[in-house]
């Protein structure tokens, strides 16, 4: 039996002090991702989406309920356990790349392991390796200013995955990119995710990159509205998850339920 790598049970997210403007932001959301799994989180602006991939990734912490990462419950880990366990366990793919300008391409994609204190002689053959998978090679001694944004974003996406994290979370990461290469780090994601096993979630509101996924959570008001599978090709489940957005847009314009 597969097992799996993200496990979140009954997380409510209340922003705000009681008696004052309080906000739920999650109001008890469930679901579980196995190992392996390419997932997408989809759902209209305030719903909630930033706030989970938050907790889900350490930075923000659940009001209540558990979240199990590999089989830790990180909801109970002290907060000096839970650096380590961030950078050991999690790569992030952001929006605007957070990539270091001062230092160089290689240096960018090296640092989680020699934040781990991984030997350089260790570091080098995990950094070309990862570096050919993403097609940057060539460019491992330049720095980010000197390359384009599809390779900054091949860059950010190598160097969420040279340490072999439990699962990359991934916010819009095609956000910043024109189409062509949205679509190319879409088909990285998608080649670590079938060639190499990599779990990975990705946040975003965009159609087309949700439908390199294979199954989207649907989140609306907090919760989970409705959940779909991708079985046939990837441009019939495009056109699945424009139906489903327009089916949330309907019931929210409807005012809920
Ligand atoms: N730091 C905060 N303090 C108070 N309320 C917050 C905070 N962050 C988010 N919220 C509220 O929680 C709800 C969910 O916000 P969240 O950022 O998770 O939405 P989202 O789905 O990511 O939206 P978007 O698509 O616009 O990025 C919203 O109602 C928002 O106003
Ligand atoms: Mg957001």
């Known amino acids: 039996m597969k097992k799996f790598v993200v496990n979140v049970k009954n997380v409510q997210k209340v922003y705000g002090k009681k008696g004052e403007n309080q906000s739920h932001a999650l109001k008890g959301l469930s679901f579980s991702i196995q190992e392996g799994e390419f ?57 605007d790349f957070n990539l270091l300008e001062n230092l160089t391409i290689y240096e960018n994609i090296a640092l989680p392991l020699s934040l781990q204190g991984v030997s350089s002689g260790k570091i080098g ?18 720095y980010p200013s000197e390359v384009s944004g599809g390779q900054k974003q091949r860059t950010a996406a190598a160097r969420a995955i040279v340490h072999e994290p439990a699962i990359i979370l ?14 190319s780090l879409l088909r990285s994601m998608e080649n670590l995710n079938e060639k190499q096993g990599v779990s990975i979630l990705m946040v975003t509101h965009d159609a087309f990159s949700a439908s390199y996924c294979r199954r989207i959570l649907f989140i609306r008001d907090g919760g989970l509205y409705k959940e779909i599978h991708r079985s046939g090709t990837r441009e019939a489940f495009y056109k699945e998850i424009l139906d489903a957005l327009a089916d949330i847009g309907t019931q929210s314009a409807r005012g809920g339920s």
Do not use: C, H, W, Y
């Open 170 to 183: 991934a916010d819009e990461p095609t956000g910043a990119l024109d189409s062509k290469n949205a679509t």
């Open 39 to 95: 997932v997408g989180i989809m759902g209209p602006s305030g719903s909630g989406k930033t706030t989970l991939l938050n907790v889900i990734s350490t930075l923000d912490t659940a009001t209540n309920g558990t979240v199990e990462i590999d089989g830790k419950d990180i909801t109970k880990m002290k907060q000096s356990d839970l650096t380590d366990f961030r950078s050991q366990k999690l790569g992030f793919i952001f929006q």
């Open 125 to 142: 053959p995990k950094v070309e390796k990862v570096a050919g998978g993403l097609g940057i090679s060539a460019i491992l001694g330049k």
